[in-house]
C-alpha cells in the first residue's frame, strides 16, 4: 500500500524518513498545532513551493535542462485564477474555468518553447526560456487592462473558502475551522496529490527514459528513445504542475501580481531550493522548500540583528554584510558550495551516508562469519 | 592523394566567403521600415539611434559569444561584469568632477578613457578570479556551468549592493557629450551616441584583427578546434583560455561603462536587465560568431526602435518575436559556428 503511494521510491536513510514525516505532520496538522495567521502563511507557501519544487525538479534533476521559464508557468496559474475571479465573480464554476484554461495555456506554451528549443542544444533552452520569461513579465506588467499591471488584482474567493466562512459552530480542538483553514487544506492535499502524481512519474518507465536522457543524450537516442518528444512531454508536464502551484498561490492569497508569482528572485529561489535540497530526488523538494521558506520567514530576523552585534563590536561592513537584505549573498556562496560539493544535495548526501553505514555493517557481519 | 589537397586548397579560399544574406536582410528591414514610417528625417533618426544602440549592446554581447565560442561555456554571470564595470567608472567620476564638467573637450575624452581603462581593468581582474574559483571546477557541464554562474551573479551582485548601496546613482555625462547634433534638415542625433559608434567600431575592429591576423588570434582559434594538438606543440592552453574569459570579462566592464552612460542610471540589476537582450542577441546572431553578433544587434536595436516608434505596445515583445524569426528560418542562428 505505502509503496504504491510513493510509487516504491523510498526515503532510503532513516534520518530523511524521520525528516519527511516530521514535515508532513506538521503541514498536515499546521493549523491546529500552530495557531495564527503567520505560520498557516508559512505552511501554505511550503505546500505551494515543495509543489513547484518538485515540477521544477522533473525538468532540472530528472531530464537535465535548465529553465529560467519556470516562473513563467508559475504565473500562468496564477494569474489563470485571478483573472476568472475578478472577471466572473467567485462561483466554483469560474475557479473551474481559471484552472482549465491555465493548464491549457501553460501546457501548449511548454511545448511550443520545447519544440523550438529543445530541438538545438540544452544551452538554447536556457537562453531561450529565460528571454520568454521576460517577456511574459514584461507583458503581465504592461497589460494592465488585462492583468491589473504593476499592482496585479485583488478578488474573492468562493464563500466557503472567507474567513467569515464557519464550518462548525463550535472550535476544534481550540481552533475555530473557518474559510481560510478549508482553503489551506485544499491547498495542502492538491500539493500532496501533485506531489505523489509527479512522484509516479519520475518513477514510471517514462522517469526511466528521462534520466537516461540525462545521463547520455545520444546512447538514450540511440536506443530508440526520441529525446526532443521526451524532452518536450517532461517539459510539459512541469509546466502543468507549475501552473497548478501557482493557482493555490492564488487561491490562498486571494491576490495575483507580478511580485509574488513572476518576479525573477522566486525563479532564484526555485533554483537554490532544488539544488540545496538535491537535484534528481522530488524529496529534495520537499526538505528545500521547507528549510528555504522556514529560513526565509524567520532566519532574516537572526542575520538581522548578528548584523547589529557586528555593528556594535565596531566591524566595518559586517553590519551591511550581514543585513537581512543581504541574506541572497550567503545563500549563493551555499548554492555554488552545493552545485560543488554535493551536487545530490541534502537527499543524496543522507542516502549515501545511509548506504555507506549499511555496507560497512554488511561487511563486519561477512567478515566475522568467514573468521568463524 | 591530390584530390585531397584540392579540396583542402578550396577550403582554405572558401573560409573567408562572407554570407551576406543576414547583412542584407539587416539592410532590407531598414529599407522597409522607410515607407511605413513615412518621413525620411524621422527614419534616418531613428536609423542612427538604432544604429549607436546596436553598437552598444554589440560591445556588451561580443564578450559572452567570444567566450562561448571559444572556450565552449557559458556565462550566465556575464550580465554582473556589466554592473561591475558600469559601476566602477563611478571611481573615476566621483574624484574627477572637474574633469566632467570642464568645457574643454580634451578633458571630457580623458575622463572618458580612463573609466573605460578603469572599468576594464577591474572587471577584467573579476573575470580571472570567476574563472579560477567558479568556472575552472566545471568545465565540459554545460549544466552545471549554469547554475554555478548564476550563482557567481547573484553573489556578485550582493557584494555591489554592500559597497555601493541599493538605491540608483544618476551619473553625468562629460559636458561636451551632452545633447544633440544636427547632421541635416531635421535629423538630430545624440552626441553620445555618435561616440558609442566609434567605439563598437574599434571594439569591433580589434577583435577581427586580434584573431585573424595576430599569432595569439591563431593560437585562440586553433585552441577551438583541436585543444589536445594545440598543447601537444607545446602552448599552455589553459592560460589562453584564461586570458580569452578575462579578456571577454573586461569587454563586459567596457559595455557597462557604455551602457551606464547611456542610461544615466546605475541601478545594481541593470546587467541581470539587459543579460536578456544579450542573450537574444547572441541567439540570434548564432553562438560564439563575432560578426553574428554585430548583425544580431542591429537587427534588434532597428527592429525594437521602428516598432516602438509605429506600434508601442509590440514594441514590449519585438525581441522575442525577431528571435522566433530566426530561428525558425535558421535554427543555429544568423552565423552558425558551433557543431551541435
Known amino acids: ?372 | 592523394m591530390t584530390d585531397r589537397i584540392a579540396e583542402r586548397e578550396e577550403t582554405a579560399v572558401a573560409a573567408p566567403r562572407i554570407d551576406w544574406i543576414p547583412i542584407l536582410l539587416t539592410v532590407g528591414v531598414a529599407l522597409v521600415a522607410l515607407p511605413l514610417i513615412g518621413s525620411f528625417s524621422t527614419w534616418m533618426t531613428l536609423t542612427v539611434a538604432a544604429l549607436a544602440m546596436g553598437m552598444i549592446i554589440f560591445i556588451m554581447a561580443s564578450g559572452l559569444t567570444l567566450v562561448f565560442g571559444l572556450m565552449d561555456v557559458i556565462n550566465f554571470g556575464h550580465g554582473v561584469f556589466i554592473s561591475v564595470g558600469a559601476y566602477m567608472s563611478l571611481l573615476v567620476l566621483w574624484p574627477l568632477t572637474g574633469w566632467v564638467e570642464s568645457p574643454s573637450i580634451w578633458l571630457n575624452i580623458a575622463v572618458l578613457v580612463l573609466c573605460i581603462l578603469v572599468a576594464m581593468a577591474i572587471s577584467g581582474l573579476f573575470g580571472l578570479a570567476f574563472e579560477r574559483v567558479i568556472i575552472r571546477p566545471v568545465y565540459r557541464q554545460h549544466l552545471k556551468q549554469i547554475l554555478v554562474t548564476m550563482g557567481g551573479l547573484i553573489i556578485i551582485e550582493q557584494l555591489l549592493h554592500v559597497f555601493f548601496g541599493g538605491s540608483p546613482i544618476t551619473i553625468a555625462l562629460p559636458q561636451n557629450f551632452r545633447g544633440g547634433l544636427a547632421i541635416g534638415p531635421d535629423i538630430i542625433v545624440e552626441r553620445y551616441r555618435l561616440i558609442a559608434v566609434v567605439v563598437g567600431v574599434i571594439v569591433f575592429l580589434a577583435m577581427m584583427l586580434v584573431l585573424n591576423r595576430t599569432r595569439i588570434g591563431l593560437l585562440v582559434r586553433a585552441g577551438v578546434e583541436n585543444p589536445e594538438m594545440v598543447e601537444a606543440l607545446g602552448y599552455r592552453i589553459r592560460r589562453l583560455f584564461v586570458g580569452v574569459f578575462v579578456a571577454g570579462s573586461a569587454l563586459a566592464g567596457l559595455g557597462g561603462v557604455m551602457w551606464g552612460f547611456y542610461q544615466q542610471t546605475l541601478t545594481v540589476g541593470m546587467g541581470l536587465q539587459v543579460l536578456v537582450l544579450i542573450f537574444i542577441v547572441v541567439i540570434i546572431g548564432g553562438l560564439g560568431s563575432i560578426g553574428g553578433c554585430l548583425i544580431g544587434s542591429l537587427l534588434v536595436a532597428l527592429v525594437a526602435n521602428y516598432t516602438a516608434f509605429l506600434e508601442p505596445k509590440v514594441a514590449l515583445i519585438s525581441n522575442i518575436a525577431l528571435m522566433l524569426l530566426v530561428l525558425m528560418w535558421r535554427p543555429q542562428g544568423l552565423y552558425p559556428v558551433v557543431k551541435v
Open chain 1, 1 to 372: 500500500m505505502l509503496s504504491r503511494v510513493l510509487s516504491g521510491d523510498y526515503p532510503r536513510s532513516p534520518i530523511l524518513t524521520a525528516a519527511l514525516l516530521v514535515i508532513l505532520f506538521a503541514l498536515a496538522l499546521a493549523p491546529f498545532l500552530f495557531p495564527g495567521a503567520q505560520p498557516l502563511n508559512v505552511a501554505a507557501k511550503i505546500c505551494v513551493f515543495v509543489l513547484l519544487v518538485a515540477s521544477y525538479d522533473l525538468l532540472l534533476g530528472y531530464t537535465g535542462i535548465v529553465s529560467f521559464a519556470h516562473t513563467m508557468f508559475f504565473g500562468i496559474g496564477g494569474y489563470g485564477a485571478a483573472i476568472v475571479l475578478s472577471r466572473l465573480g467567485p462561483s466554483w464554476s469560474a475557479l473551474a474555468l481559471g484552472i482549465i484554461a491555465a493548464i491549457v495555456v501553460a501546457g501548449t506554451l511548454a511545448l511550443l518553447i520545447g519544440l523550438f528549443s529543445l530541438r538545438v542544444r540544452a544551452i538554447f533552452f536556457a537562453m531561450i526560456t529565460l528571454a520568454v520569461a521576460t517577456a511574459f513579465l514584461v507583458l503581465a506588467s504592461q497589460l494592465s487592462g488585462f492583468t491589473g499591471g504593476e499592482d496585479g488584482l485583488n478578488y474573492s474567493v468562493p464563500e466557503i473558502l472567507r474567513p467569515s466562512f464557519r464550518l462548525f459552530d463550535a472550535p476544534l480542538f481550540g481552533t475555530v475551522v473557518n474559510g481560510r483553514i478549508i482553503t489551506y487544506y485544499i491547498v495542502f492535499f492538491a500539493a500532496l496529490a501533485g506531489f505523489l502524481l509527479l512522484l509516479r512519474v519520475v518513477n514510471s518507465p517514462f522517469g526511466s527514459v528521462l534520466q537516461a536522457i540525462r545521463e547520455n543524450e545520444f546512447r538514450a537516442e540511440a536506443l530508440g528513445y526520441p529525446v526532443v518528444v521526451y524532452r518536450s512531454i517532461a517539459s510539459v508536464v512541469s509546466a502543468v504542475m507549475a501552473a497548478l502551484a501557482g493557482f493555490l498561490l492564488a487561491l490562498w492569497l486571494r491576490y495575483t501580481g507580478p511580485d509574488t508569482t513572476l518576479s525573477f528572485a522566486i525563479m532564484i529561489d526555485v533554483l537554490l531550493m532544488v539544488v540545496i535540497g538535491g537535484m534528481g530526488t522530488l524529496y529534495g523538494a520537499v526538505i528545500g522548500a521547507t528549510l528555504m521558506t522556514v529560513a526565509e520567514s524567520y532566519l532574516q530576523t537572526i542575520l538581522g540583528s548578528l548584523g547589529k552585534l557586528g555593528a556594535g563590536a565596531g566591524i566595518p561592513f559586517v553590519s551591511t554584510l550581514l543585513s537581512a537584505d543581504r541574506w541572497l549573498l550567503w545563500l549563493g556562496i551555499l548554492f555554488i558550495l552545493s552545485v560543488y560539493f554535493f551536487p545530490t544535495g541534502i537527499v543524496g548526501k543522507l542516502r549515501t551516508h545511509w548506504l555507506n553505514r549499511k555496507n560497512k555493517a554488511l561487511q563486519k557481519r561477512s567478515g566475522s562469519a568467514s573468521n568463524k
